[in-house]
């Protein structure tokens, strides 16, 4: 397949603000806050998974709101985790690690709670997906390099804008509102016309499902929230099943567990879970809503590029690129009417 590339980063989204602007370049929270209701995108109910730890030592709620990856990324683990809380299997559960840096990860600390009937057991295959007859083209009015793919399986695939430096894939992009990654067998300088493959990618609150040694790849009983530094090593041998649109505080603040890789010594040290639900299993006074910015839109492309290229007054200096991570994705409540 022929095609041409920018000699640039391809992470190159707009025009560069003039000099003889009369007001400063807009900052990328301003860029998102003025994007028309058109650019926003209703996450269903049935995509959220609500997390009610126990209250603080105030008294005061904690709730944790996870979106859940769509097809066809994960859907094996994202199927047992809505039949986990189906069964409210986590009721009465608790976080059991809290590392610095890393993950909050919760489940049963005994692991001897029967797990329900029917859960799917997955291969290491399923972390990442193949991809087939890749062609990409340019928004003319953002200069934004975007993607069109088709799995093998087959299904459509969109995505963009495309980052092209990324140090643990060949490339980076954006898919429905969520950060992924893609490469072939092996990195290369020219990328394009190989096989691909593409995979969800552990960003700061991403959810991924804990498991044991390999080939063991977890059942989605046991849950982990990044809540540090982008742990990108983990990439395709853990499985990313959602993120933390609201309530990460309260994961990210916990007291660090004081054993080995973060675990809580004490039944004392944990924190209770009181439930986790599927959202449109509350009722519909209590369920949470959310949207976010679309990754298809012009008002996302203006947004990445700021966040790569700081204009605003604070900045001195744009960066002239931005880690896939540094660039997450919009995502708002919405107010009941």
């Not at 040694?213 to 982008?230: F, K, Q, R």
Request: aromatic share 8%.
């Amino acid at each position: 397949m022929k095609h041409l590339l920018p000699t640039v980063a391809v992470l190159s989204l707009a025009v560069p603000a003039l000099a003889q602007e009369a007001t400063p370049p807009p900052s990328p929270g301003e860029i998102a806050a003025a994007a028309p209701a058109r650019d926003w995108v209703a996450i269903a109910p049935s995509d959220l998974l609500v997390m009610d730890l126990a209250p603080d030592a105030k008294s005061r709620p904690r709730r944790v709101v996870i979106q859940l990856m769509p097809a066809p990324f994960s859907q094996g683990w994202i199927g047992n985790v809505r039949k986990l809380a189906a069964a409210h299997w986590w009721d009465g559960t608790s976080v059991n690690r809290v590392q610095d840096n890393y993950v909050a990860q919760w489940g049963d600390a005994t692991e001897k709670k029967p797990l329900p009937q029917g859960l799917a057991a997955l291969s290491e295959d399923a972390y990442s997906l193949a991809l087939d007859g890749i062609t990409y083209w340019e928004n003319p009015k953002t200069n934004a390099m975007r993607l069109k793919a088709v799995w093998l399986s087959p299904e459509a695939f969109e995505g963009g804008p495309i980052i092209r430096d990324d140090s643990y894939a060949d490339a980076g992009m954006f898919w429905k509102g969520w950060p992924v990654a893609m490469a072939g067998d092996a990195k290369a300088d020219e990328i394009f016309d190989r096989g691909k493959y593409v995979w969800p990618v552990h960003c700061y609150g991403m959810v991924g499902v804990g498991r044991n040694m390999s080939p063991d790849t977890g059942s989605g009983a046991e849950l982990y929230a990044v809540i540090g530094h982008a742990p990108r090593h983990l990439d395709r041998n853990i499985a990313v099943v959602g993120r933390v649109v609201s309530g990460i505080e309260y994961l990210s603040s916990l007291p660090r567990g004081t054993e080995e890789l973060g675990f809580y010594k004490t039944e004392a040290e944990r924190t209770p879970i009181g439930s986790i639900r599927i959202a449109s299993d509350l009722p519909a006074a209590e369920q949470p809503r959310f949207e976010y910015l679309s990754t298809e839109s012009d008002s996302f492309a203006r947004y990445a590029d700021a966040r790569a290229n700081r204009r605003d007054p604070f900045f001195i200096k744009p960066a002239g690129g931005a880690d896939i991570c540094n660039i997450p994705v919009p995502v708002r409540p919405v107010v009941a009417k």
